[in-house]
C-alpha cells in the first residue's frame, strides 16, 4: 500500500506514570493523529498510547536510524511495483501470502490463545479490515502500471483526507489548520489530476485508482485502530494478511492472472518488496514510534512520495512532467499541515 499515511484514532491512552493532563490532542477534540504508510508503516493502534510530544533529545540515535531504514522500505515500494514483471494483482496476493506465511508459526505458537479468546466483534472488524487492505492493493498496484511512480504515490497517500472527511462526518469538529491542510492537498489533487487529463485517459484512470486505493486504506487503518484497542499486533495482522491474501487469490482466480510462471528475478523482486514494505517499513516504524511520537514519524514519513519519486527517476528513468511536482508540493504540504494539528491542543 502506498504508504500507510496520517489517521486520527478515536482515543488515547496516556503512558504508564504520564498523566492525562500530559497528553496533547489531535485534530479532532481528544484524538491524537499518527501516520500510516505504504501499507501500514505506522500501525493506528501502535501510536494510541504514545505520547505526541516526546523528549527528541532523549531518544536513542538508533530510533532515528531505524525511522530512516523504515522510509526508505516504503520508498522502495513503488518502484518495485513498477518493476515486477508480473500481474499487478498477483504481486499483491504473493507479498500478503508471504507475510501472512511468515506471522502463522509466530502466532500460532504464541498467540494461540488470544486469536481464540477474540470476540466475535472484533473478528469481524479484522475480516472487514482485511477486505479494505485487499480493495487497497486491488487499486494501487494496477495504478502504478497506469500513470508515474510520483503521481500514483502522492494520491494515494491521501488516505488522511478520507480519514478526516469521515470523522467529520461522525460528528468531529476539526480546527482550522485541518480544513486548511484539506483544501491545499484537494486543490494538489485536482491540478494533478487535471493535468493528467490533457496527457491521456489512462492515465487518469491510473489517478482514480491510486484515489480509490486511499480511501480504502482508510477504512483499514480506522477498523484497524478499532481491533488494536484489545488485540495485539501480530494476532490482528495475522487475520488481516490471511484475509487480504485470500481475497486476492479469489481475485486473480476470476480475473485469470496468472499466479506462477515467473522469472527468478521476478520472485526475488517479490520477496524483496514483501521485506521493505511489509516488514522493514511497518515494522521499524511501529518500533520507533512509541519513542520518537506519531507526529514525529507522520512528518517523516510523507517522505515516501519524494523517495519513491526520485528511486523511480534513478532506478527506472521515470521522470514524471514538470507540472507534476507543484501539485505533488501542495498534496505533501496539505498533509504535512493535518499532521502538525497533532501538535496542537483541540479547541474547547
Given at each position: 500500500m502506498a504508504a500507510e499515511r496520517v489517521i486520527p484514532i478515536p482515543s488515547l491512552r496516556p503512558l504508564p506514570g504520564c498523566s492525562a493532563a500530559r497528553v496533547r490532542r489531535?485534530?479532532?477534540?481528544?484524538?491524537?493523529?499518527?501516520?500510516?504508510?505504504?501499507?501500514?508503516?505506522?500501525?493506528?493502534?501502535?501510536?494510541?498510547?504514545?505520547s505526541a510530544t516526546p523528549d527528541l533529545a532523549a531518544v536513542p540515535r538508533i530510533d532515528f536510524l531505524l525511522l530512516a531504514l523504515a522510509v526508505s522500505g516504503v520508498a522502495f515500494s513503488a518502484p518495485l511495483i513498477s518493476a515486477i514483471a508480473a500481474p499487478a494483482v498477483a504481486i499483491a496476493f504473493w507479498r500478503n501470502c508471504f507475510a501472512?506465511?511468515?506471522?502463522?508459526?509466530?502466532?500460532?505458537?504464541?498467540?494461540?490463545?488470544?486469536?481464540?479468546?477474540?470476540t466475535r466483534r472484533t473478528v469481524l472488524l479484522s475480516l472487514a479490515a482485511g477486505a479494505f487492505l485487499a480493495l487497497h492493493f486491488a487499486?494501487?498496484?494496477?495504478?502504478?502500471?497506469?500513470?508515474?511512480?510520483?503521481?500514483?504515490?502522492?494520491?494515494?497517500?491521501?488516505?488522511?483526507?478520507?480519514?478526516?472527511?469521515?470523522?467529520?462526518?461522525?460528528?468531529?469538529?476539526p480546527p482550522r489548520i485541518v480544513w486548511a491542510g484539506i483544501s491545499l492537498a484537494f486543490a494538489g489533487v485536482v491540478l494533478l489530476t487535471g493535468f493528467d487529463l490533457t496527457l491521456s485517459s489512462r492515465a487518469v484512470l491510473g489517478d482514480v485508482l491510486a484515489l480509490g486505493a486511499g480511501m480504502a486504506a482508510s477504512g483499514y487503518f480506522l477498523l484497524g485502530s478499532e481491533v488494536r484497542r484489545t488485540v495485539s499486533t501480530t494476532a490482528y495482522t495475522f487475520v488481516c494478511y490471511a484475509t487480504t491474501a485470500v481475497l486476492l487469490l479469489v481475485t486473480c482466480l476470476l480475473s485469470g492472472q496468472s499466479l506462477t510462471g515467473y522469472s527468478a528475478t521476478a520472485w526475488w523482486q517479490i520477496v524483496l518488496l514483501t521485506g521493505c514494505a511489509q516488514f522493514l517499513g511497518h515494522?521499524?516504524?511501529?518500533?520507533?514510534?512509541?519513542?520518537?511520537?506519531?507526529?514525529?514519524?507522520?512528518?517523516?514519513?510523507?517522505?515516501?512520495?519524494?523517495?519513491?519519486?526520485?528511486?523511480?527517476?534513478?532506478?527506472?528513468?521515470?521522470?514524471?512532467?514538470?507540472?507534476?511536482?507543484?501539485?505533488?508540493?501542495?498534496?505533501?504540504?496539505?498533509?504535512?499541515?493535518?499532521?502538525?494539528?497533532?501538535?496542537r491542543p483541540a479547541a474547547a
Open positions: 489531535g485534530p479532532f477534540r481528544g484524538e491524537p493523529v499518527t501516520s500510516t504508510a505504504e501499507t501500514a508503516p505506522v500501525s493506528a493502534a501502535a501510536s494510541a498510547t504514545v501472512t506465511g511468515v506471522l502463522a508459526p509466530i502466532t500460532l505458537l504464541r498467540h494461540r490463545a488470544e486469536l481464540r479468546a477474540m487499486l494501487w498496484l494496477p495504478s502504478l502500471r497506469l500513470t508515474d511512480v510520483a503521481t500514483s504515490t502522492a494520491l494515494c497517500t491521501a488516505t488522511p483526507l478520507w480519514t478526516t472527511l469521515y470523522l467529520r462526518l461522525r460528528g468531529h469538529r515494522s521499524l516504524s511501529n518500533r520507533v514510534v512509541r519513542t520518537l511520537g506519531p507526529s514525529f514519524v507522520s512528518t517523516a514519513i510523507l517522505l515516501e512520495t519524494p523517495g519513491a519519486t526520485l528511486i523511480a527517476a534513478v532506478w527506472l528513468g521515470q521522470l514524471p512532467p514538470l507540472a507534476v511536482y507543484p501539485a505533488v508540493a501542495m498534496i505533501m504540504a496539505g498533509l504535512l499541515l493535518i499532521i502538525r494539528a497533532g501538535r
